[in-house]
């Protein structure tokens, strides 16, 4: 049984920073962030390979966030940094069952319940 729990959302204002946290029972997979906001897909944030190699991101947050994992103690983190008022949204970590991560939420199997993520101007 994979199970996936987000945690570290909150309200900051443009310009601060966040860390998200996924704890994951269940194995050690691929992993991604997604996001979304109401009305919009949920869309592709950052993911890592399952050695923790390969980070990968959106254009929207390449140079701001960054992705990194903790295999001893199962964890997957999503450092943002500079956020901003379009950063706002419910972010979800997701898990891949394959070695190397993916742009797409079709490719994962697994997914938390998300976080709320606000970021005022």
């Known amino acids: 049984q994979v199970q996936l729990v987000e945690s570290g959302g909150g309200l900051v204002q443009a310009g601060e920073s966040l860390r998200l946290s996924c704890a994951i029972s269940?194995?050690?997979?691929?992993m991604g962030w997604f996001r979304q906001t109401p009305g919009k897909e949920r869309e592709f944030v950052a993911t890592?390979?399952?050695?923790?190699?390969?980070?990968s991101y959106a254009d929207s947050v390449q140079g701001r966030f960054t992705i990194s994992r903790d295999n001893a103690k199962n964890t997957v983190a999503l450092q943002m940094n500079s956020l901003k008022p379009e950063d706002t949204a419910v972010y979800y970590c997701?898990?891949?069952?394959?070695?190397?991560?993916?742009?797409?939420?079709?490719?994962?199997?697994?997914w938390g319940q998300g976080t709320q993520v606000t970021v005022s101007s």
């Open positions: 269940g194995g050690t997979y691929a």
């Open positions: 997701a898990a891949r069952l394959a070695f190397f991560g993916s742009k797409y939420t079709r490719d994962y199997a697994y």
């Open positions: 890592i390979a399952r050695s923790g190699s390969v980070p």
